[in-house]
């Protein structure tokens, strides 16, 4: 019964986003290729579902290649870019360097040029990448407005407005609203952390500098692991490859693990959200869907601002 109604209140929630971004924000639209590459989702879905049956550690890796793409020049595609001997690409940044699932892009790219040349942009791939993604690791189902055009400026340099993982909560709450997120909507989408590992170098400072904010059991278990190097991993949750709301109860134990994880609640105001988001799953599942729809729609590249790349490692 308590099922049922859940359920259907999720339906209802659904529908009401779906509803509010129906029609463009910034000229997107649900239905873009419609008549001009009707397979275009499927063929995205199904590229994507055979990709994290082979390797379900890329789910985490394809939300996050959509995150770094978004908060850089835009949802642009433009993290896709190789470095040529003239450019250093966004993609050799230190941020970007344990990006992963290239290579599942450029698969359902191959395949929409075969069906459509020209149509499908590399930046709506990655975009319905992450979303399919998150449906496959079991989190929300959601619909996302297309229609980004590629962009073609792809620079190591501008990369420095990713957050950095030292980052404290006003500092994540500043880089976010930056791009016009609220501090709810910085929770909801760090929320992501429920998918994938971090890499020693990633969090190691917390261990030397004694972070108060740490789990001293906890702190153990990292020295442990980044015994074996910078490169050793440690997942964010107990379900690295389940998108549930472990991540937010990691918290609550102090077993956030990144600075910046713990940080959020480290604070009263970001505290009650992740307390929130702890208790209840539904919530979380709205409020995230709801703000990956917002960020996929962050500086979004239209008509002669942009294109739509032959080929998503280089301009065309
Ligand atoms: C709030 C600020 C954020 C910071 C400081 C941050 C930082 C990081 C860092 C340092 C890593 C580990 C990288 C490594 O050691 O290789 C990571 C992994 C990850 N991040 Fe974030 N992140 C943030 C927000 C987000 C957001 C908004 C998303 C997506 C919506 C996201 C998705 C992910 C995912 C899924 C992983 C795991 C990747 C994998 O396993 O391959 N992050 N993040």
Redesign the pocket.
């Known amino acids: 019964m308590a099922m049922a109604y859940l359920v259907s209140l999720f339906m209802v929630m659904e529908m009401i986003a779906i509803s509010r971004f129906g029609f463009g924000v910034d000229g997107l639209r649900m239905d873009y290729y419609m008549m001009s590459c009707p397979l275009a989702e499927f063929i995205v879905k199904n590229t994507v579902n055979r990709a994290l049956q082979d390797d379900p550690?890329l789910?985490?890796?394809l939300?996050?290649m959509?995150?770094h793409d978004c908060f850089i020049e835009g949802c642009d595609g433009s993290v896709l870019i190789d470095s040529t001997k003239d450019n250093k690409a966004e993609k050799d940044s230190p941020?970007n360097?344990?990006?992963?699932g290239y290579e599942v892009i450029d698969d359902a790219k191959e395949q929409l040029e075969e069906q459509c040349p020209d149509i499908v942009s590399c930046a709506d791939i990655v975009a319905m990448a992450?979303r399919d993604a998150v449906f496959w690791a079991g989190g929300p189902v959601y619909d996302i407005p297309k229609g980004r055009r590629d962009g073609r400026r792809s620079k190591i340099e501008d990369t420095i407005n990713?957050?950095?993982?030292s980052?404290n909560t006003s500092q994540?709450i500043q880089?976010?609203g930056r791009r016009g997120f609220s501090a709810q909507e910085?929770v909801a989408?760090?929320g992501?952390?429920t998918?994938?590992?971090?890499?020693?170098?990633?969090?190691k400072s917390r261990l030397s500098n004694a972070d108060p904010t740490l789990d001293s059991d906890f702190a153990k278990i990292l020295s442990q692991t980044c015994s074996a190097g910078d490169n050793a991993?440690q997942r964010?949750d107990f379900t690295?490859n389940t998108f549930d709301n472990y991540y937010f109860n990691t918290l609550i134990r102090r077993n956030g693990l990144?600075f910046?994880?713990q940080q959020l609640y480290a604070t009263p105001r970001t505290r009650a959200i992740v307390n929130g988001y702890a208790m209840n799953q539904a919530m979380f599942f709205f409020d995230f869907q709801q703000a990956?729809v917002k960020?996929g729609t962050l500086d979004v590249k239209e008509g002669p601002n942009g294109e739509v790349r032959e080929n998503c490692r280089k301009i065309n």
């Open positions: 550690t789910a985490a890796a939300v996050r959509h995150f941020g360097l344990s990006l992963r992450a990713l957050p950095f993982p980052f994540l880089a976010f910085m989408l760090s992501a952390h998918l994938g590992v971090a890499r020693c170098s990633s969090f991993v964010f690295p990144l910046s994880d990956m960020m």
